[in-house]
């Protein structure tokens, strides 16, 4: 089983960053693809950004483009994103999940179905 630990969240003002870590507890993620999804109050979860598991392909929301950036750590057992120039509708929990099927496509990254493991949650909130 995969148990995955978000951590950097926070609360920042409009226009701020924040670093997102998503770390895996009990088996290394080398292999695996990962992802960020992320939650409003009343709005379905929706897909942020994704990346391969050598980190050779990465996707991203248009909502986020140029702003966010996702990376994998030295080791790719570790995967960070990094968030500049936040808006509050930024706001939101954000998700990491990983997959272990090295499937290609933006259908398998952007899809949270297609995603086996999930992290608790990590709240993330901006202020005007």
């Known amino acids: 089983q995969v148990q995955l630990v978000e951590s950097g969240g926070g609360l920042v003002q409009s226009g701020g960053s924040l670093r997102l870590s998503c770390a895996p507890s009990?088996?290394?993620?080398?292999?695996?693809?990962m992802g960020w999804f992320r939650q409003a109050p009343g709005k379905e979860r929706e897909f942020v950004s994704a990346?391969?598991?050598?980190?050779?392909?990465?996707y991203y929301a248009d909502s986020v483009k140029g702003r966010f950036s996702i990376s994998r750590g030295n080791a790719k057992n570790t995967v960070f994103l990094q968030m500049n120039t936040l808006k509050p509708e930024d706001t939101a929990v954000y998700y990491c999940?990983?997959?272990?099927?090295?499937?290609?496509?933006?259908?398998?990254?952007?899809?949270?179905?297609?995603?086996?493991?999930w992290g608790q949650g990590i709240q993330v909130t901006v202020s005007s």
């Open positions: 990346i391969s598991w050598n980190g050779g392909t990465t």
């Open positions: 999940a990983a997959d272990p099927n090295t499937y290609t496509g933006s259908y398998y990254y952007q899809v949270a179905e297609n995603y086996a493991y």
């Open positions: 009990g088996r290394t993620l080398n292999m695996y693809r």
